[in-house]
């Protein structure tokens, strides 16, 4: 696995670099491949330090962030993490590999920083992406493995882009365009 890690507002020292890199190792056993990269952004806000990894394969993306005031244990937390996702999801994430064709998202991130900010401006951020067609189940397999409440996606049935969505009571929802 190759690694980009950054840091905002949090300089990347060795030992801080080289204990992510010794953590996520562990989740090469996952995987087939060696040319996967891991992004991995270190944040400092306030007294909290927040870690963010998403790992973007061929099949789906795995994601995860966590937040503690030790920064080593928001590591070994979010490692925890995508380790429970990918045994949580492994009958369903090798079911795909049989059934289907390969399924891959780009997301290009924008942030749009204006000089001129005036107070109607509510946008922060566009996230632009590619929609495969997909079912619902497996629209459900990519918003939990990205950490959403939500998920927009191409049916692969009637070609309508959808809305899956988590509820306060933790089934699911799903609304449908026509």
Do not use: C, W
């Not at 996520?24 to 400092?44: C, G, P, Q």
């Not at 969505?165 to 026509?178: A, M, P, V």
């Amino acid at each position: 696995m190759k690694y980009n890690i950054r840091g905002d507002k949090l300089e990347i020292t060795d030992a801080i670099g080289n204990y992510v890199e010794s953590k996520l190792d562990r989740l090469n056993k996952y995987f087939k491949e060696d040319n996967i990269l891991a992004n991995v952004l270190l944040s400092v806000k306030g007294t909290s330090q927040k870690i963010e990894v998403t790992i973007p394969t061929d099949k789906f993306i795995l994601r995860s962030e966590e937040s503690d005031k030790d920064l080593y244990a928001a590591i070994d937390l979010v490692t925890d993490k995508l380790e429970r996702q990918i045994r949580k999801n492994k009958t369903r994430l090798n079911k795909q590999n049989i059934d289907n064709k390969l399924k891959e998202f780009n997301f290009d991130y924008e942030v749009k920083d204006d000089e001129e900010n005036s107070e109607d401006e509510v946008i922060v951020k566009r996230k632009k992406l590619e929609m495969k067609p997909m079912d619902e189940e497996e629209a459900i397999l990519e918003m939990n493995l990205l950490g959403h409440e939500f998920f927009v996606y191409k049916d692969m049935h009637t070609n309508n882009v959808n809305v899956l969505y988590r509820r306060k009571d933790g089934n699911y929802g799903l609304i449908e365009t026509k």
